[in-house]
């Protein structure tokens, strides 16, 4: 156990369907973040919450929509994915950026 | 903008041997830090190591040592007498002044029995 929690694991999904990952933390961090890891690239970040307020998004197409209730809570919401949409998604949450990062186990996401 | 090369994408050694992980890096702040993390096969990223630009002491625990050095903007990480439980890919990173974490491609390091 990291820390950070992150359901479900496995996600298999349709490319017409809707469903969300789930992240939480209970490190009291402020800071919460999604990446993306695919087959052999680099892990990309896709959104940053401070605070709960969103201060990046790094061109992530609209399909994917996050949601950052409290600063314990990180969502990502997915609907209408495409197969090159299969990956595993991770969240971290910090402190300050002098303490690095903590990650969950990631969710493994094959879109079908 | 800043950056995070790892040139080796994988690397194959024998157990016991000893082997090096290089990672080079870019960035225009004067204070940042460098991460090593380790992503076994379950998933989550492991944090090994963190080092301000302001300490260049090498540091060594049990197998691994580290070894910064400003001059070149290396961070390199060797592991001593590898083991088959080191197989992982593992990642160097670099956080600066926007407080984001920049990461490098990755190794991924086998280790034979």
């Known amino acids: 156990e990291t820390g950070v929690t992150q359901t479900p694991r496995h996600l298999v999904m349709g490319m017409t369907n809707k469903k969300s990952l789930k992240c939480e933390q209970h490190?009291?961090?402020?800071?919460m973040y999604w990446y993306k890891q695919s087959a052999k690239k680099p892990l990309e970040l896709m959104f940053v919450?401070?605070?709960?307020?969103?201060?990046e998004n790094n061109s992530v197409p609209s399909r994917f929509s996050p949601e950052c209730p409290n600063s314990s809570h990180l969502f990502l919401h997915l609907h209408t994915l495409q197969p090159e949409d299969s990956a595993l998604y991770l969240c971290?949450?910090?402190?300050?950026?002098?303490?690095?990062?903590?990650f969950g186990s990631g969710t493994r996401l094959t879109v079908v | 903008a800043q950056k995070v090369t790892q040139a080796q994408t994988e690397i194959s050694v024998v157990e016991k041997e000893d082997v090096t992980l290089d990672c080079v890096y870019e960035?225009?702040?004067?204070?940042?830090?460098l991460f090593w993390y380790k992503q076994p096969p379950s998933g989550e990223l492991v944090f090994l190591i963190r080092?301000?630009?302001?300490?260049?002491q090498n540091e060594i625990s049990g197998r691994y040592s580290w070894n910064f050095q400003k001059s070149t903007s290396s961070f390199n990480f060797t592991i001593t007498a590898s083991q088959v439980v080191d197989s992982a890919v593992y990642f160097c990173?670099?956080?600066?002044?926007?407080?984001?974490?920049?990461f490098g491609a990755g190794t991924r390091l086998t280790v034979k029995p």
């Open positions: 490190l009291g961090h402020n800071a």
């Open positions: 990173a670099l956080s600066g002044n926007n407080n984001d974490m920049r």
């Open positions: 919450y401070n605070f709960k307020e969103q201060t």
């Open positions: 971290a949450s910090s402190q300050d950026r002098s303490n690095g990062y903590t």
């Open positions: 080092r301000n630009s302001f300490d260049e």
């Open positions: 960035t225009r702040d004067t204070t940042y830090y």
